[in-house]
Nanobody, 116 residues
Framework: QVQLVESGGGLVQSGASLRLSCVTSGRTMSLYAMGWFRQAPGKEREFVAAISRSGGSTGSADSVKGRFTISRDNAKNTVYLQMNSLKAEDTAVYYC?????????WGQGTQVTVSS
């Protein structure tokens, strides 16, 4: 049984930074490309950023490019999302999961709220 536990969210002002963490248990995370996703109220879950198994390749959505950076520490089974220059439109619940389907059961996510 895989467990995903996201943390690091909070209430911040526009322009601030946050670092999210996601710990994976029950699987060796290094075997999988991982991604961050987010879901704003009333909207569908959307892709934010992804990282290859080794961490050598990354990609991100146009809306966060240049502001968000995904990284991973396979020894700690943890994937991170460094979020800089936060905007009100970044307000959402943030989740991590495998990049390729089938995904694991979603964790509870971590709430990020950016006030303008």
């Amino acid at each position: 049984q895989v467990q995903l536990v996201e943390s690091g969210g909070g209430l911040v002002q526009s322009g601030a930074s946050l670092r999210l963490s996601c710990v994976t248990s029950g699987r060796t995370m290094s075997l999988y490309a991982m991604g961050w996703f987010r879901q704003a109220p009333g909207k569908e879950r959307e892709f934010v950023a992804a990282i290859s198994r080794s961490g050598g390749s990354t990609g991100s959505a146009d809306s966060v490019k240049g502001r968000f950076t995904i990284s991973r520490d396979n020894a700690k089974n943890t994937v991170y999302l460094q979020m800089n220059s936060l905007k009100a439109e970044d307000t959402a619940v943030y989740y991590c999961n495998k990049w390729f389907a089938p995904v694991w059961a979603w964790g509870q996510g971590t709430q990020v709220t950016v006030s303008s």
